[in-house]
């Protein structure tokens, strides 16, 4: 059994790499952060505000991990509470009512699984930002950076384009709790990372994202400059569509309707 | 009145009278241990209380069955039976399983769904299966999910859904994750169109199912007992080493949380689901 999968997924959890902040303030100018949810607290793990991309308003929004053992701690390991859903959520509509476009940095291994963030409504929170977003009239770029993980992942990444750095990861599932749960075996992660297609190539051969940006062999701030200026062309040519929300319902919809050709 | 009282099933207490008196029957009639208060139920009777023990415990239901105690007879036609699961990650002993679970469940996916008429209102019905792999969702019950609000969407019909999941179905990886933001989006739109959706969820209603549409619903109902949630109650003691709350994820907490609207017995779910079809009629019955 190959170990390259399992490899990408300890790649794309390393602590080294860059963080949702390190893309914020290396991308955009000016950014100011915004706090709460106005319902019950400011989640740490999920940082937003607004910037200017190459110039324009955006509203951005980014799960951080942080990168020293204070700072992961402080962001709760990149985990949010529900709150930190619904902050983004109303970010995003804030954004919405200005006409700005929204991006999305995604890096967590999924949403915290604790008791208040069940009885806070996780599943709830997580709902209705999929709901919501797939009717916000601005374009939306979502890229994973590090670690999508599940419901947590997904709940910023209904977006018209998503996208994922080279060395990141996007699961239904960790490798382990796959394993742990299909061969009562977390040592098997490895070969449960290689069926789960969770590589960005998978991804895009799936046809679940659209783009994947090389990030080796290339210096830091040409790395920055590029995906500053691949983001500008893109929100550029999104905000032209008179028909947004009609493709991004489009672009889901397709995922998995091959069942029904024989309907037809 | 809070929906929560009115829900309360008169014939509870008359239920829980009568079962501490001997029960007369047959020698030798099966019964089902109730694993809530370990009293042996017989299985007449357990049927004719539709699969609900004397003090209150609901056990799991076949989708089949729970079509026929909830819509009017002979008014339920099936759609969307043609939609099924692959394997299209290739993934290890998941064709195998597919096969084995088709066997003993009698079903070809995680949800049954059709149009019916529960008390003479018109509506569009999903039924999620828990002997189907424990209702998990891949690409086929999310193609049918959609397909079904897609399908009340253009003829203005309500949706009632009936969920029990454990979540999205690991073996099609992303692409079950996938059907979550597809079938919100369906959901958005049937919505958006002023048709109503009733959720009521099932035990256990969890994980990708929970923070999709089972949560997106206008009114969600929830059965006794039911365990609704996101993630696992084991991967929550793991990961936070506390120990849980009484009630934890039960749906009487869910209610106490304010996550979901009431608790729905069965005893009284076919007429409180037809009561609140009736009062939307002017944006969901008009099919």
């Not at chain 1, 599932?173 to 069926?195: F, H, M």
Request: hydrophobic residues 40%; charged residues 25%; contains cysteine.
């Amino acid at each position: 059994m190959s170990n390259s999968a399992y490899d990408k997924v300890k790649l794309a959890r390393d602590s080294s790499r860059p963080t949702g902040l390190d893309y914020i303030n290396n991308i955009f100018k000016n950014f100011i952060e915004m706090h709460g949810d106005r319902r019950y607290a400011d989640d740490h793990a999920i940082v937003g505000g607004i910037a200017s991309l190459n110039g324009s308003p955006a509203t951005v929004i980014a799960i951080e991990k942080g990168h020293t053992a204070k700072e992961r701690n402080y962001r709760n390991f990149g985990a949010p509470h529900p709150e930190g859903y619904r902050k983004a959520l109303r970010l995003m509509k804030q954004a919405e009512k200005f006409g700005r476009p929204i991006i999305c940095f995604i890096d967590t291994s999924g949403a915290y699984c604790g008791i208040e963030a069940e009885e806070r409504g996780q599943g709830q929170a997580i709902a209705e930002n999929l709901m919501e977003m797939t009717t916000l009239c601005v374009p939306i770029i979502s890229i994973l950076i590090g670690e999508g993980g599940s419901g947590g992942a997904l709940a910023l990444a209904v977006a018209d384009r998503v996208w994922m750095l080279q060395n990141s990861v996007y699961s239904v599932i960790s490798p382990e709790g796959c394993a742990s749960i299909l061969w009562k075996d977390s040592t098997k992660a490895a070969e449960a990372a290689a069926s789960l297609k969770l590589s960005a190539e998978d991804a895009k051969n799936l046809g679940v994202i659209e783009r994947i940006i090389s990030e080796t062999d290339i210096g830091k701030k040409e790395f920055y400059e590029r995906i500053k200026l691949l983001l500008a062309d893109e929100v550029e040519a999104l905000s032209s569509d008179p028909d947004l929300i009609g493709k991004r319902y489009d672009r889901f919809r397709r995922i998995g309707a091959d069942a029904k050709a024989a309907l037809e | 009145m809070a929906l929560i009282n009115f829900l309360k099933p008169k014939n509870q207490l008359e239920e829980g009278g009568r079962s501490s008196a001997p029960i007369q029957q047959d020698e030798g009639e099966p019964e089902k241990k109730c694993p809530n208060c370990h009293k042996d139920i017989p299985l007449s009777r357990l049927w004719a209380n539709k699969l609900t023990c004397a003090c209150g415990y609901h056990f799991r239901m076949k989708s089949r069955q729970r079509i026929s105690m909830i819509t009017d007879r002979d008014s339920f036609r099936e759609l969307f039976s043609d939609i099924k699961s692959g394997n299209p990650l290739n993934f290890p002993g998941y064709k195998d399983k597919l096969t084995t679970v088709r066997n003993v469940s009698g079903e070809e996916e995680a949800v049954v769904c059709g149009t019916a008429r529960i008390g003479k209102q018109n509506c569009c019905v999903f039924v999620m299966e828990s002997s189907f792999m424990m209702g998990s969702m891949g690409s086929a019950v999310g193609e049918k999910i959609t397909s079904i609000f897609e399908y009340a969407t253009k003829n203005h019909m309500p949706v009632v859904g009936f969920t029990v999941s454990g979540g999205a179905r690991m073996q099609e990886g992303l692409l079950s994750l996938m059907q979550m933001a597809k079938t919100s989006a369906a959901v958005k739109r049937h919505s958006d169109a002023g048709l109503l959706y009733i959720a009521v969820l099932t035990d256990p209603t969890t994980g990708g199912v929970t923070a999709s549409f089972a949560m997106e619903a206008d009114i969600i109902l929830a059965e006794p007992g039911a365990t609704v949630g996101f993630a696992g109650a084991r991967v929550i003691v793991q990961t936070t080493r506390k120990s849980l709350p009484k009630e934890f994820q039960k749906a009487e907490s869910m209610l106490e949380h304010g996550f979901i609207d009431g608790i729905a017995p069965r005893s009284g779910q076919k007429k409180l689901l037809s009561d609140i079809l009736k009062m939307h009629n002017n944006n969901g019955g008009k099919a």
